[in-house]
């Protein structure tokens, strides 16, 4: 009844050691230990099949449980293992005996890290967002000062570029308090990091209905959005629920459990909302760009020209990075290149700023905000009442003309009664 009857293995392996898992280098596809394998004393029956590794013997590392008796439940010791070079390590339960289909295996494993608990694909991410946080703190001072030096001149869409910087600066500081957190205490707190989520899906949804109105002319070619108003509201409410929803799943849940199907669920809607926004921003630069050509505002259409082009580099860019994501996940299922990860993410917040920083440039509060503003003198609403007023200035001054000639024609006419009477005067003398 105290016999051992059955054999769990926890087994941790480098991945670029996986292949020393099974009896390849026994010439055999089995990955337990058989009899016959068992003859030349390479293995023991019933244990999974290890090569040791020659530059490093202890690795891979297995930590055996054994059930005994009847028993249907065995704790596992509580073991720490030290790992002395750096690479991506995997943890594996694997058993041999058919007996043992259908177990189930409960607990935690804690890994810590020499600088802390984070692993090593998201450590570099918080030396990132200490970094972001500085350079939308740099941005944020700067706007203010050219803010308050030119606060009587501000426009309305001043107000939106402000708050745009502001979440932005608070979303990349909660993502650095977030992660540094994290990396003292080995979990992620549920406080700050729904604060950090909410703030990325406020930033980027206010960031994108900012382009959309900046596109379609807002305080330049139009005082208002008009009857749009609801559709670009609610195009935005849309948005931040999609984002809300799939930044709360990855974050909040387990690093390493977040299925495929369920990541594939919520990432659809996004990135379908996200090209909505594309094709409505670039149709309303579109039409901008024409009116702009036909009131011939020249200001204007350069700076909507500078800011077209600033836009399509950054599509151009996002397309061509997507590219570069979809071969990078391809070619690493198993996570080799894990040094490199913490790019894809940043790249993204390093396009965002960037483009923020373009707008904040073209449209910086100035002495002369009004070549940029929009005028009522240009406006749809007044090209009627200037025809109509080009129109009564032409009758006007046809009326004028008119009475002139109409002065000029009795003049003439007086004149030659007056010589014409003379001339009757000398032929009577006569």
Same mark, same amino acid.
């Given at each position: 009844?105290?016999?051992?009857?059955?054999?769990?293995?926890?087994?941790?392996?480098?991945?670029?050691?996986?292949?020393?898992?099974?009896?390849?280098?026994?010439?055999?596809?089995?990955?337990?230990?058989?009899?016959?394998?068992?003859?030349?004393?390479?293995?023991?029956?019933? =244990?999974?099949?290890?090569?040791?590794?020659?530059?490093?013997?202890?690795?891979?590392?297995?930590?055996?449980?054994?059930?005994?008796?009847?028993?249907?439940?065995?704790?596992?010791?509580?073991?720490?293992?030290?790992?002395?070079?750096?690479?991506?390590?995997?943890?594996? %339960?694997?058993?041999?005996?058919?007996?043992?289909? @259908?177990?189930?295996?409960? &607990?935690?494993?804690?890994?810590?890290?020499?600088?802390?608990?984070?692993?090593?694909?998201?450590?570099?991410?918080?030396? %990132?967002?200490?970094?972001?946080?500085?350079?939308?703190?740099?941005?944020?001072?700067?706007?203010?000062?050219?803010? +308050?030096?030119?606060?009587?001149?501000?426009?309305?869409? #001043?107000?939106?570029?402000?708050?745009?910087?502001?979440?932005?600066?608070?979303?990349?500081?909660?993502?650095?308090?977030?992660?540094?957190?994290?990396?003292?205490?080995?979990?992620?707190?549920?406080?700050?990091?729904?604060?950090?989520?909410?703030?990325?899906? +406020?930033?980027?949804?206010?960031?994108?209905?900012?382009?959309?109105? +900046?596109?379609?002319?807002?305080? !330049?070619?139009?005082?208002?959005?008009?009857?749009?108003?609801?559709?670009?509201?609610?195009?935005?409410?849309?948005? %931040?629920?999609?984002?809300?929803?799939?930044?709360? !799943?990855? #974050?909040? &849940?387990?690093?390493?459990?977040?299925?495929?199907? $369920?990541?594939?669920?919520?990432?659809?809607? !996004?990135?379908?909302?996200?090209?909505?926004?594309?094709?409505?921003?670039?149709?309303?630069?579109?039409?901008?760009? =024409?009116?702009?050509?036909?009131?011939?505002?020249?200001?204007?259409?350069?700076?909507?020209?500078?800011?077209?082009?600033?836009?399509?580099?950054? !599509?151009?860019?996002?397309?061509?990075?997507?590219?570069? =994501?979809?071969?990078?996940?391809?070619?690493?299922?198993?996570?080799?290149?894990?040094?490199?990860?913490?790019?894809?993410?940043? %790249?993204?917040?390093?396009?965002?700023?960037?483009?923020?920083?373009?707008?904040?440039?073209?449209? $910086?509060?100035? #002495?002369?905000?009004?070549?940029?503003?929009?005028?009522?003198?240009?406006?749809?609403?007044?090209?009627?009442? @200037?025809?109509?007023?080009?129109?009564?200035?032409?009758?006007?001054?046809?009326?004028?003309?008119?009475?002139? =000639?109409?002065?000029?024609?009795?003049?003439?006419?007086?004149?030659? #009664? +007056?010589?014409?009477?003379?001339?009757?005067?000398?032929?009577?003398?006569?």
């Amino acid at each position: 009844m105290q016999q051992k009857t059955g054999l769990v293995e926890a087994i941790i392996v480098e991945i670029r050691d996986r292949e020393k898992i099974g009896g390849t280098y026994l010439n055999s596809d089995d990955i337990c230990c058989s009899p016959a394998l068992a003859k030349n004393g390479s293995c023991k029956v019933g =244990e999974v099949i290890i090569r040791p590794n020659l530059d490093n013997p202890g690795s891979p590392r297995r930590v055996q449980t054994f059930f005994e008796g009847n028993s249907e439940e065995v704790k596992m010791l509580s073991q720490d293992v030290e790992i002395n070079s750096t690479g991506m390590y995997y943890l594996y %339960f694997m058993y041999c005996d058919p007996q043992l289909k @259908g177990t189930t295996i409960t &607990g935690r494993a804690v890994w810590r890290n020499p600088e802390g608990y984070l692993p090593g694909k998201m450590a570099p991410l918080m030396k %990132f967002y200490g970094f972001m946080s500085l350079a939308y703190l740099v941005l944020g001072l700067v706007w203010f000062l050219r803010f +308050v030096r030119f606060w009587k001149d501000i426009l309305q869409l #001043h107000y939106h570029i402000t708050l745009v910087i502001a979440l932005g600066m608070c979303e990349m500081a909660f993502w650095y308090f977030e992660y540094a957190n994290f990396n003292s205490t080995g979990s992620r707190p549920m406080g700050i990091t729904m604060w950090a989520v909410t703030f990325t899906a +406020v930033k980027k949804t206010v960031s994108r209905l900012l382009l959309l109105v +900046v596109s379609m002319g807002y305080g !330049v070619v139009r005082p208002t959005l008009g009857g749009i108003t609801s559709k670009v509201a609610l195009l935005g409410v849309i948005y %931040f629920v999609g984002t809300e929803a799939l930044e709360l !799943v990855e #974050h909040l &849940g387990n690093i390493n459990d977040f299925s495929g199907k $369920a990541k594939l669920f919520l990432v659809l809607p !996004v990135a379908i909302l996200d090209a909505c926004f594309i094709l409505w921003i670039f149709s309303s630069l579109s039409k901008t760009l =024409e009116k702009l050509q036909m009131r011939r505002s020249a200001a204007k259409l350069e700076l909507y020209r500078k800011f077209t082009n600033s836009l399509a580099v950054c !599509v151009l860019l996002s397309i061509a990075w997507i590219g570069y =994501e979809l071969y990078f996940n391809a070619s690493d299922p198993l996570s080799e290149l894990w040094e490199r990860a913490w790019i894809i993410p940043a %790249f993204w917040n390093i396009l965002a700023y960037l483009l923020l920083v373009v707008i904040c440039i073209l449209w $910086a509060p100035s #002495h002369n905000p009004t070549r940029y503003a929009y005028s009522e003198e240009t406006g749809d609403d007044f090209d009627e009442e @200037g025809i109509s007023l080009t129109s009564s200035v032409a009758k006007a001054t046809v009326d004028m003309v008119s009475k002139l =000639e109409r002065k000029e024609r009795k003049t003439a006419s007086a004149s030659d #009664h +007056v010589f014409g009477l003379g001339e009757g005067e000398e032929d009577k003398r006569e």
